[in-house]
């Protein structure tokens, strides 16, 4: 899987490769015996045929005969897969600097022109990769609703992703705020920079990768915010964490808390449902009415049918609800 993530690019075969492999990873774990050879593994669902051939060889031989080929263990392979776990570093940077000549991450700090992320992603580097405890990630949900809950007490907020799902840890945080029956640009914005302003006070929030714009046609509709950036607890030994909070209208809710908490396969396979029965899902809501012409390319909006709770969404699209922990696909 690891191999195809690096290879892949927009819509390419190995995208879908990469999915593959990941539907297969997530039934194996939960499995509760060990697989032993080709044909067990080619009874656990998701394991396709080529994937259950590459396990009976990590079985019988102890490794994966394509991955000699492709000299999984070479130079560039090694240090493109390190470049390319800095924050803020895309692929095409990794290939150019490998060769400028460039192989370490001191080499990349000393370069005259990172961009402010890739800056952050450095500086950070260790403390970002490690994974963040479940008591530490609630901890964290508790600062920010505090911070949300000074402005309004009826303020919402809650920590989504792999949180939410029921990780034992996760690699972020993600933040989902809204306040009943506020759907306008201007009240939601107004939360973000009550909320930005307070956490940076408190040393909470230390560096910001991406801030939320503004521009005065959001006034008077729904619309979402985001903030990423740092964050870290008080202390001398804490560890910095990547944090999204996102501020979204009271209506749109329930879209959001299902696309930010994932995973990324089940929400893939909620949209393509919803697009099979003639509608769209967004993080907006589920549409209706939704015309596709060639290559399935939508050519209206349609029309706003549910988004307030997640449940309304499934109910729409006629599937019993999932709950969050059953959401891992
Ligand atoms: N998401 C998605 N497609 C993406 C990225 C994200 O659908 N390409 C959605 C589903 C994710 C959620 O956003 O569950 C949060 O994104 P994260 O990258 O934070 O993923 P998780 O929280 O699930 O995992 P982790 O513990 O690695 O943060
Ligand atoms: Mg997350």
């Not at 800095?86 to 370069?111: A, C, H, I, P, Q």
């Amino acid at each position: 899987m690891d191999h195809y993530d690096n290879i892949q690019t927009k819509g390419s075969n190995e995208r879908f490769k990469v999915i593959n492999y990941r539907k297969a990873i997530t039934a194996i774990r939960a499995l509760d015996y060990e697989i032993t050879s080709e044909e067990m593994a080619l009874k656990v669902p998701r394991v396709g045929k080529k994937i259950a051939q590459k396990i009976g060889e990590c079985v019988s031989l102890g490794r994966i005969k394509k991955l000699d080929h492709l000299n999984w263990d070479n130079e560039r392979q090694q240090v493109e897969t390190l470049f390319k776990s800095v924050y803020g570093v895309g692929s095409e940077k990794t290939t150019e600097w490998y060769n400028k000549g460039l192989r370490t991450l001191d080499d990349l700090r000393k370069l005259p022109d990172l961009t402010k992320n890739q800056i952050s992603g450095l500086k950070y580097y260790d403390d970002l990769l490690k994974r963040i405890p479940r008591s530490e990630v609630a901890q964290i949900g508790k600062v920010v609703e505090s911070a949300a809950k000074q402005l309004h007490l009826d303020i919402e907020s809650r920590v989504t992703g792999s949180y939410r799902r029921g990780k034992p840890d996760c690699g972020d945080i993600d933040i989902v705020i809204a306040r009943p029956n506020v759907d306008n640009g201007d009240e939601l914005f107004a939360i973000m920079n009550h909320l930005m302003r307070e956490l940076i006070n408190q040393g909470f929030l230390v560096d910001h990768l991406s801030l939320p714009t503004w521009s005065d046609d959001m006034a008077n509709r729904p619309k979402h915010f985001k903030y990423m950036g740092i964050c870290k607890l008080p202390g001398p030994d804490a560890v910095h964490h990547h944090i999204d909070i996102l501020i979204v209208p009271w209506i749109h809710l329930g879209a959001v808390l299902l696309y930010f908490t994932g995973n990324d396969i089940c929400n893939r396979s909620m949209r393509l449902l919803a697009a099979n029965r003639g509608m769209r899902l967004s993080d907006k809501g589920l549409f209706e009415g939704v015309i596709r012409g060639k290559n399935r390319k939508r050519v209206n909006e349609g029309r706003w049918v549910a988004g307030r709770t997640e449940r309304e969404i499934f109910e729409y699209l006629k599937i019993d609800y999932l709950e969050p922990y059953e959401r891992e696909c």
